[in-house]
């Protein structure tokens, strides 16, 4: 096994329960840790043997792109895809933070963290 990491994806979205929120958009940090067996493409050295970062960059950014209410929903599509779109993911977990949230204070982010597992 193997972990891959697409760290610091810095997007631009329109989450939240406000009204304002879902107007104005708001800045979000979100990063990604996937388990998969990485000794085949280790081998090969082809990316048809791994997971490619770039299609886990894509389906962050397209699953970020529709607005929710909540992160926890967001958190639950980005992994949902990611485990529908590729066989070889066998376990991920994604941080999706808002940063700088409406919240009343001076908090920098607030992070829902959600693992998942491949069903078999």
Known sequence: MGIIKVENI????????LKEETK???DYRVDLKVKA???E????DKLS????????NRVIKEEMDIPSYL?????KRILNRIFE???MVSKATVWVSKLNPPIGGDVARV???MTQKQKK
Not at 10 to 17: I, L, P, S, T
Not at 41 to 44: E, G, M, P, R, V
Not at 71 to 75: C, R, Y
């Open 111 to 113: 992070t829902i963290k």
């Open 37 to 39: 067996n990485l000794q």
């Open 71 to 75: 992160l926890e929903t967001v958190a």
């Open 49 to 56: 043997d791994t997971v490619d970062y770039v299609f886990l």
């Open 24 to 26: 104005i958009g708001s």
């Open 10 to 17: 810095r997007v631009f979205a329109y989450h939240g329960c």
């Open 85 to 87: 779109e590729d066989t």
């Open 41 to 44: 493409s280790a081998k090969t």
